[in-house]
């Protein structure tokens, strides 16, 4: 069965650049989470989007911004990047409002150096 | 204050053993509840979901206490494979917040 896809895997860039990360929600879904997990700690939430409006905004920074696509991809832009954004960010997909099938994707892990 | 709190553990237990995580919420208004499973450095992975009193998949048993806010989640028989970090998470739905809430997690090694 479909998955979240997520890409890259793995990214490395240094301080002050910027990145992009790319989420593909399993087919139909229509709202797509950010999470973003430091080493040792528990996701956090970051945005989401519902048929491609931002529906709920939880502790991302003002230099990360985020949108979903006409096609329900959604992409996570991060600029002017610190030591501290290296983490593992997840993509999550639901259908709908009650967060039905709710499936994470692999994530992609950032380093930041 | 977290909104979902767990013992981190860790719980070292030997195969065969059952073992029992408890999770305790304070939001009242969390509409359902899961259990994941993470293994190091991969995605969290569902395990198991509790609308109701509560869900049983084999050995695993989760557990809904809505008057006093606690979820537990019961493993018999353990495996080697059991082994990871398993995070309580609640889910609100309403006046557009869609997030899961995850606990920090609680680890199981399971021991030969």
């Known amino acids: 069965a479909a998955g979240v896809i997520q890409s890259p895997r793995h990214l490395i860039k240094e301080k002050r650049e910027t990145a992009t990360l790319k989420c593909y929600p399993i087919?139909?879904?229509?709202?797509v989470y950010w999470y973003q997990q430091g080493p040792g700690q528990d996701p956090q939430f970051l945005i989401s989007?519902?048929?491609?409006?931002?529906?709920d905004k939880g502790s991302i920074p003002d230099r990360f911004s985020a949108q979903q696509f006409s096609d329900y991809h959604s992409e996570l832009n991060m600029s002017s990047l610190e030591l501290g954004d290296s983490a593992l960010y997840f993509c999550?997909?639901?259908?709908?409002?009650?967060?039905?099938?709710?499936?994470f994707g692999s994530g992609t892990r950032l380093t930041v150096v | 204050r977290k909104e979902v709190e767990q013992d981190p553990g860790p719980f070292n237990v030997p195969e065969g053993a059952t073992v029992a995580f408890n999770c305790t919420y304070s939001?009242?208004?969390?509409?359902?509840f899961f259990w994941y499973r993470q293994d190091c450095r991969k995605e969290p992975k569902l395990l198991m979901s509790?609308?109701?009193s509560g869900n049983e998949d084999g050995r695993f048993t989760a557990q809904l206490n809505r008057a006093s806010q606690y979820i537990s989640l019961l493993i018999r028989d353990s495996k080697l494979s059991d082994s990871a970090t398993y995070l309580c998470?609640?889910?609100?739905?309403?006046?557009?917040?869609?997030?899961?809430?995850f606990g920090k997690g609680t680890k199981l090694s399971v021991i030969p």
């Open positions: 939001n009242s208004a969390s509409q359902s």
């Open positions: 999550a997909s639901s259908l709908g409002e009650t967060g039905r099938g709710y499936t």
């Open positions: 509790v609308y109701s």
């Open positions: 087919p139909r879904h229509d709202t």
């Open positions: 989007f519902y048929e491609k409006m931002q529906s």
């Open positions: 998470v609640g889910f609100l739905s309403g006046a557009g917040s869609y997030q899961l809430t």
